[in-house]
């Protein structure tokens, strides 16, 4: 979801979850924390090598590991920040809230935070941090085997016949590993602890409100702030929206999948038949779909070796989750265009870069963490291998994949409090932007967060294709409409559509 190489690995994060919810601890039920948290800025380190921008400061902020008990053992979060450009129009703070779980926006002030038009810039301070439990701060491992961190064996694909047996035998290998090797951190990561880690940084800035961009699974962590502090928000903008279903959570969110893949890929079918295209694989668009469909087939069978590559072959369920990555932007058309091409002619290209397994450990044990302590997952495998089934002869594309067990199915904790719902309570300042065509988060789930917003939000759909859409995958005129709520807190009057037309269009509905 970002060019950084923790970012590269966030669609290797697991969800599931399997245990009793605890009565939850509300914000005003928590203790308060005896001292403002203070932060002391200095240089920053270019661990991603990708250039820091030389006005970016860091810092470390101390929280407790347990915000329901402020003066117990701590944890360190890395921040970052760089000054709004123009001081006498500073308006405030804007949280960059990063997607994943286990993504990081430590680099985004110096990065994606550069493209916000140089106005939002001026009025800004742009704050990134490392999430609880992701390197640089203080993080969490939980001694995966190498195989188990290949990206097709967490996201767990059925056995060509639809069997399950080994997912739920990967799902308990993860979680008795986590369990083992995650320390207590393990079971102290959550969207509810982001997002009361998120209220000390806004303390720590010495902010009575925060602003925020939260991306993909960001803006459930900025939709949970802005429920449980709903009076310190600002201006809230939440782009590629997950589905905030309380009773699913995560398990919504990979059943999004289905329907994701369904809206986006004719968009590459359509590409990938087009004349002139170097990477045509199809005369007509109508053709992609069963080739896709065919070579999955023949590659669970007939799998072709690829050293280097974890796993080392490629098989139907590598060149599935192949397609869902590409499927994430048209930049990565590609990628899967290639694939099927080499895999029809029976060979491979050459294996894909991966992060190190440093970094792939440290993300997974932060997703897993994550989305098992949020809710709970069914326990049962007869009921997944009736959903699976379900799923594969729906959704045939994504052969049951969404539906299936993740590692959470055995987790061995228990939730230590509920999911939260989201409702209309709080002031209108949200604001929502979608792609119509989002394989990660798709429209359908989106609307389902602006449902549950009611009058504290208006959206924006936009006629694009890809995960990301503010400043990335959207258009002109989804572009302009965020970032002129950034700048002066004018949102649309009502739900807007932009549609995809030359620069210069209004997006329909604002006035």
Not at 103 to 114: A, E, R, Y
Not at 150 to 158: D, H, N, V
Not at 354 to 371: D, K
């Amino acid at each position: 979801m970002s060019p950084t190489t923790r970012n590269l690995a966030l669609t290797a994060v697991p969800a599931a979850l399997l245990v009793t919810l605890l009565p939850p601890l509300t914000a005003d039920a928590l203790p308060a924390a005896t001292s403002r948290p203070s932060l002391a800025w200095g240089p920053c380190t270019d661990t991603a090598g990708t250039g820091t921008d030389p006005r970016q400061q860091c810092a470390t902020l101390r929280v407790p590991l347990d915000h329901a008990d402020p003066g117990g053992p701590q944890i360190s979060l890395a921040v970052s920040r760089i000054p709004a450009e123009s001081p006498a129009a500073r308006h405030g703070v804007l949280f960059l809230i990063p997607g994943g779980p286990g993504g990081s926006s430590l680099d985004d002030p110096s990065g994606k935070g550069q493209k916000l038009p140089q106005d939002v810039r001026d009025q800004y301070d742009l704050i990134g941090f490392a999430p609880r439990g992701l390197a640089p701060s203080t993080s969490v491992d939980c001694g995966l085997e190498t195989a188990d961190l290949a990206t097709s064996k967490l996201r767990p694909w059925p056995a060509p016949d639809g069997s399950i047996d080994e997912n739920l035998a990967t799902a308990e290998r993860v979680a008795a590993a986590c369990a083992r090797n995650g320390g207590e951190l393990i079971r102290h990561i959550s969207t509810r602890d982001n997002a009361r880690d998120l209220d000390r940084l806004r303390d720590a800035l010495g902010e009575r409100k925060i602003s925020a961009w939260g991306v993909s699974y960001g803006t459930y962590v900025g939709a949970v702030y802005s429920e449980m502090f709903p009076h310190r928000t600002d201006r809230i903008v939440l782009d590629s929206n997950d589905d905030p279903d309380p009773t699913r959570v995560a398990r919504a969110w990979l059943a999004g999948h289905e329907q994701g893949v369904e809206d986006t890929f004719p968009h590459f079918a359509a590409w990938a038949s087009a004349p002139g295209n170097p990477d045509r694989i199809a005369d007509t668009a109508a053709e992609v779909r069963p080739l896709f469909l065919r070579l999955a087939a023949r590659l669970d069978h007939e799998p072709i070796p690829w050293p280097g590559a974890n796993p080392e072959e490629l098989n139907g369920n590598v060149l599935r989750q192949t397609m869902l990555d590409s499927l994430y932007r048209p930049s990565r058309y590609p990628a899967l265009a290639r694939l099927m091409r080499a895999a029809r002619q029976g060979t491979v290209p050459p294996a894909p870069a991966a992060p190190p397994e440093s970094v792939l450990q440290n993300v997974t044990a932060v997703g897993a963490g994550t989305l098992c302590n949020d809710v709970t997952w069914p326990a049962s495998a007869a009921a997944y291998r009736k959903d699976v089934a379900g799923s594969r002869a729906k959704f045939p594309l994504t052969a049951g994949m969404p539906r299936n067990a993740m590692p959470c199915a055995a987790w061995p904790y228990e939730p230590r409090e509920e999911p939260v719902r989201i409702t209309g309570r709080g002031p209108s300042n949200i604001l929502l932007i979608q792609n119509e065509r989002d394989v990660a988060t798709p429209l359908a789930g989106a609307l389902k967060l602006r449902e549950a917003f009611g009058r504290r939000a208006v959206m924006v759909t936009v006629d694009s294709t890809g995960h990301d859409a503010y400043l990335a995958n959207g258009n002109e005129c989804g572009d302009r409409t965020v970032s002129r709520y950034l700048a002066t807190g004018e949102r649309p009057r009502r739900d807007t559509y932009c549609p995809h037309r030359e620069a210069g269009t209004v997006a329909s509905g604002d006035e």
